[in-house]
C-alpha cells in the first residue's frame, strides 16, 4: 500500500535517466538511473578514526537519534550469529521508522531490512543490507565496507568507508508524477539523503574523545532521540487535543445561535 498523497510511478522511466555527483574533501558521492527508477549510489568516505569505530556505528542496536532519518528504531532480532575467522559473523532482521521530506511533502514510513555483520576480517570489515519490507520502497539493498588507512610506518591514521547501494520507490509524491525532470527529483533525495547520513556519521565522531569511547555516544545519542521522539508525539497529542476542543466550541457556539 502507498503512502497517503502518494502515487505509483509513471511508465517510460527510461526517458528520466541520468547521473548526479558530489564530491567534497572527503567523501564522493555519485548516483546514476541510467535503467529507469532503480537509483544506484556509490559512496566513498574518508574518516580519520579507526575502522572499527565507524563499524560500531553502522552495527549498533539503536541508531535513534543518530540518524536525522530515522526517527525510531523497532524491533531487532538476530537470526543468526557465529564466530568466523577473527571475530564474528551475525544476520539480524531491524525494523526502523523512518522520515522523508520532499519541499513541502513529508511523510513517516516504516522498514525493516535483514542486515549481515562481518567483522571476521579487522582489515575489511563489512556490512550488507537487504529489504524485507517497506511502505515506500520495492527495492533497498547494498553494503558498506570500512578499511583502515595507513601511514608511511603502517600505523592506522583513519579509515575508508564504501557504500554501494540501489533504491526503487514503490511511487512519488502526486505533485511530482508528471514533472519533465522526476529522474534528477529522484537522484536528488537519494544524494541529499546520503549527504545527511554522513555528516550525520560525522557529528557522532566529533563527540568520541578519551574520556568518551563510540559506545558511549551511541548511547547518550539515543536516549536523546527516544526522549525528542516523545516530546514530539506529546506535542502532536496536544495540537489535535487543542485541536478537538476549538472544533467542539465552534460547534456549541453555532448551535447556541438558534435557541
Given at each position: 500500500?502507498?503512502?497517503?498523497?502518494?502515487?505509483?510511478?509513471?511508465?517510460?522511466?527510461?526517458?528520466?535517466?541520468?547521473?548526479?555527483?558530489?564530491?567534497?574533501?572527503?567523501?564522493?558521492?555519485?548516483?546514476?538511473?541510467?535503467?529507469?527508477?532503480?537509483?544506484?549510489?556509490?559512496?566513498?568516505?574518508?574518516?580519520?578514526?579507526?575502522?572499527?569505530?565507524?563499524?560500531?556505528?553502522?552495527?549498533?542496536?539503536?541508531?535513534?537519534?543518530?540518524?536525522?532519518?530515522?526517527?525510531?528504531?523497532?524491533?531487532?532480532?538476530?537470526?543468526?550469529?557465529?564466530?568466523q575467522g577473527k571475530g564474528h559473523r551475525r544476520v539480524v532482521e531491524v525494523e526502523q521508522v523512518g522520515e522523508s521530506k520532499i519541499l513541502m511533502w513529508?511523510?513517516?514510513?516504516?522498514?525493516?531490512?535483514?542486515?549481515?555483520?562481518?567483522?571476521?576480517?579487522?582489515?575489511?570489515?563489512?556490512?550488507?543490507?537487504?529489504?524485507?519490507?517497506?511502505?515506500?520502497?520495492?527495492?533497498?539493498?547494498?553494503?558498506?565496507?570500512?578499511?583502515?588507512?595507513?601511514?608511511?610506518?603502517?600505523?592506522?591514521?583513519?579509515?575508508?568507508?564504501?557504500?554501494?547501494?540501489?533504491?526503487?520507490?514503490?511511487?512519488?509524491?502526486?505533485?511530482?508524477?508528471?514533472?519533465?525532470?522526476?529522474?534528477?527529483?529522484?537522484?536528488?533525495?537519494?544524494?541529499?539523503?546520503?549527504?545527511?547520513?554522513?555528516?550525520?556519521?560525522?557529528?557522532?565522531?566529533g563527540r568520541v574523545n578519551d574520556t568518551t569511547d563510540i559506545h558511549e555516544v551511541l548511547r547518550r545519542a539515543a536516549k536523546k532521540g527516544h526522549a525528542q521522539e516523545a516530546d514530539k508525539q506529546a506535542q502532536s497529542q496536544r495540537k489535535e487535543q487543542q485541536?478537538?476542543?476549538?472544533?467542539?466550541?465552534?460547534?456549541?457556539?453555532?448551535?447556541?445561535?438558534?435557541?
Open positions: 500500500m502507498l503512502s497517503k498523497n502518494v502515487v505509483p510511478l509513471p511508465p517510460n522511466g527510461e526517458r528520466l535517466a541520468g547521473e548526479s555527483v558530489d564530491n567534497k574533501d572527503n567523501y564522493s558521492l555519485q548516483v546514476s538511473n541510467a535503467d529507469g527508477y532503480l537509483c544506484r549510489l556509490q559512496a566513498t568516505c574518508h574518516f580519520p578514526v579507526a575502522p572499527e569505530t565507524v563499524y560500531a556505528i553502522f552495527v549498533n542496536t539503536d541508531n535513534t537519534g543518530v540518524f536525522r532519518d530515522i526517527k525510531t528504531s523497532g524491533r531487532r532480532e538476530v537470526i543468526e550469529e557465529k564466530p513529508h511523510t513517516t514510513f516504516s522498514t525493516e531490512v535483514r542486515v549481515v555483520e562481518d567483522d571476521s576480517d579487522p582489515a575489511r570489515l563489512k556490512t550488507e543490507f537487504e529489504l524485507v519490507r517497506s511502505d515506500i520502497l520495492t527495492r533497498f539493498h547494498g553494503s558498506w565496507l570500512v578499511t583502515p588507512e595507513t601511514d608511511a610506518k603502517g600505523q592506522v591514521i583513519g579509515c575508508t568507508a564504501i557504500l554501494e547501494q540501489e533504491v526503487l520507490p514503490r511511487g512519488v509524491p502526486a505533485f511530482l508524477a508528471n514533472v519533465p525532470v522526476l529522474g534528477s527529483a529522484l537522484r536528488g533525495v537519494v544524494i541529499r539523503s546520503a549527504q545527511r547520513m554522513i555528516q550525520d556519521i560525522e557529528s557522532i565522531l485541536k478537538q476542543e476549538a472544533a467542539e466550541q465552534k460547534r456549541l457556539g453555532h448551535g447556541g445561535r438558534f435557541l
